[in-house]
């Protein structure tokens, strides 16, 4: 079939076992629930492991209910910023006082990009890129002014990208710092240089980042930032998300949700919404506490990992899929459909195949490898670096060879 030079040989199982047994992280696989051993979960970057510290943080919460009922307030009320502070350094490279842990992605992203929107005077547009989460599209549709650059699919937004759509129209850019799709990693700090240069503002959703990827969003100059907890951070199911504002925008910033918990005296019931002048005036109503203990508790075990380890590990587990792919894969009509750089990647891997809709379903019924897949092409392999081994890169690619006849 092919006439090439022939595929190299490919990485064999030794090589991933070695890989495992010089594994720093080898042992945080025990700190997380496993009901099913014999599957192999690459579905981390979707919805995270369940660690044993969010399941203990959760039966605490529900003991505290149990026994305090309406006196848990005292110290359930300020967790939307106690849980934002706990991840804002180890996590996100942010000083305390500008994350909390409230709402979803979605209506958090809705929030910041209608509050940054009318913050800067006189402009209205509104700058995403045509192939980010659908989601994040459709929150950015329905504030209308919205303004599409279409980037390369498989190497995601570059500095060239935004520049050509920044004018003195636009108010606000909004991009996924990772890809959902490819996992291309954006270059958050050029562009969020070149934003400003243009008077606009900057809105990073950090969901295929936040827990994988040591983001630094006070070193880069970030405005804004949202994000998912359940990915990487292993919050669980629905957990509550990020939500970051740069210190010295708080002020000048004004939500459109104006609720009680984004009020400065809030036990004072006063007549009209005065916004509390910190991060709290981005929060709305009652915190969902179960959920919180959950993010807490995946922090916890996210940060004692640490975030430099987790990359270091993330990029070898990459690029053992990409050696795989290169040996087994392409010559059965598979393509990487993601960047084959490590440095310009997240931590998952995409393959593209014509019949991928079927490989992905029979990757899980015969081969027992949980992966997802995303129409029309597109399968994901999410490394999860504290939850994936060296092996289960290896079996996963051995099994899905074996089936991409
Ligand atoms: C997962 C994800 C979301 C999810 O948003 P929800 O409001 O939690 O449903 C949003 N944006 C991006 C980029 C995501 O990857």
Redesign the pocket.
């Known amino acids: 079939m092919t006439t090439g030079p022939s595929p190299p040989p490919g990485p064999d199982r030794p090589h991933a076992e070695a890989l495992d047994a010089a594994d720093a992280l080898a042992a945080f696989r025990t700190r997380f629930a496993d009901e099913d051993p014999g599957t192999i979960y690459l579905c981390g970057n979707s919805l995270g492991r369940q660690p044993m510290a969010a399941a203990r943080r959760i039966e605490h919460a529900l003991k505290e209910w149990a026994e305090q009922l309406v006196d848990g307030w005292h110290g359930w009320l300020d967790l939307p910023a106690r849980v934002g502070d706990l991840m804002a350094g180890p996590i996100l490279g942010a000083a305390a006082g500008q994350v909390v842990v409230s709402d ?4 958090n ?1 809705y929030k910041l990009a209608m509050a940054a929107r009318a913050a800067v005077p006189g402009r209205q547009v509104v700058v995403t890129d045509a192939g ?2 659908p ?2 599209r459709y929150v950015l549709e329905g504030l209308g002014n919205r303004r599409l650059i279409t980037a390369d699919p498989i190497t995601g937004p570059t500095v060239d990208d935004v520049a050509r759509a920044l004018d003195e129209q636009v108010a606000v850019v909004c991009l ?1 710092h990772v890809g ?1 799709r490819s996992a291309a990693l954006a270059d958050m700090a050029a562009i969020t240089a070149a934003v400003h240069d243009a008077g606009a503002l900057m809105l990073w ?1 950090l ?2 980042s936040a827990g994988c990827y040591p983001v630094a969003l006070d070193q880069c100059g970030v405005d804004l930032a949202v994000g ?1 907890t359940y ?1 990487y951070l292993c919050a669980g199911p629905g957990a509550p ?1 990020l939500l970051y504002v740069r210190t010295q925008l708080q002020e000048r910033l004004r939500q459109p949700i104006w609720g009680w918990f984004g009020q400065r005296d809030q036990f004072a019931m006063g007549e009209r919404y005065d916004p509390s002048p910190d991060v709290r005036r981005f929060l709305v109503g009652t915190p969902p506490v179960i959920g919180l203990a959950g993010v807490q508790g995946g922090v916890e075990v996210v940060a004692e990992a640490g975030l430099a380890a987790i990359r270091t590990k993330a990029v070898a587990l990459g690029e053992l899929g990409v050696q795989l792919h290169r040996a087994w894969l392409a010559p059965q009509g598979f393509a990487l459909g993601s960047p084959e750089e490590g440095v310009r990647r997240g931590s998952h891997l995409a393959l593209r195949h014509a019949d991928a809709q079927r490989i992905h379903h029979a990757l899980a019924r015969d081969g027992r490898v949980i992966t997802d897949f995303r129409f029309p092409d597109t399968i994901r392999l999410g490394l999860a670096p504290l939850t994936t081994r060296f092996s289960d890169v290896w079996d996963a690619f051995d099994r899905l060879r074996a089936l991409s006849y």
């Open positions: 979803s992605t979605s209506v992203l980010d989460f989601t994040d996924s959902y959703d969901s295929h998912c990915k998300a």
